[in-house]
């Protein structure tokens, strides 16, 4: 059973910062690229930020230059530092990552459970 736990969710302040987690846990074999989406009431889900096996990252325009994802040395716990925060922030935060059972099989999406992201004005 694979898992992915987010957690550092919260309520800050415009202008505030909140780091968010992610760890994976569970019988794999690799995991490919992480990544944070998010979700507004009301909107579709949006890829905020990814981070390859290499580290290389890339962001959506929204969060370019306040947003900060990292990997933890293993590969298996993926970071989002997000400062400057914005009211438009304001989101369910998810966890994703691509997770390979085995070696030589096609990598699954996995999913968090979520952790809400409030910023006040």
């Known amino acids: 059973q694979v898992q992915l736990v987010e957690s550092g969710g919260g309520l800050v302040q415009a202008g505030g910062s909140l780091g968010l987690s992610c760890a994976a846990s569970?019988?794999?074999?690799?995991?490919?690229?992480m990544r944070w989406y998010r979700q507004a009431p009301g909107k579709q889900r949006e890829l905020v930020a990814d981070?390859?096996?290499?580290?290389?990252?890339t962001y959506a325009d929204p969060v370019k230059g306040r947003f900060i994802i990292s990997r933890d040395n293993a590969g298996n716990t993926v970071h989002l530092q997000m400062n400057s925060l914005k009211p438009e922030d304001t989101a369910v935060y998810y966890c994703?990552?691509?997770?390979?059972?085995?070696?030589?099989?096609?990598?699954?999406?996995?999913w968090g459970q979520g952790t809400q992201v409030t910023v006040s004005s």
């Open positions: 994703n990552a691509d997770i390979r059972p085995g070696p030589a099989t096609v990598p699954m999406r996995h």
């Open positions: 981070i390859a096996s290499s580290d290389s990252a």
């Open positions: 569970g019988s794999f074999f690799t995991i490919d690229a």
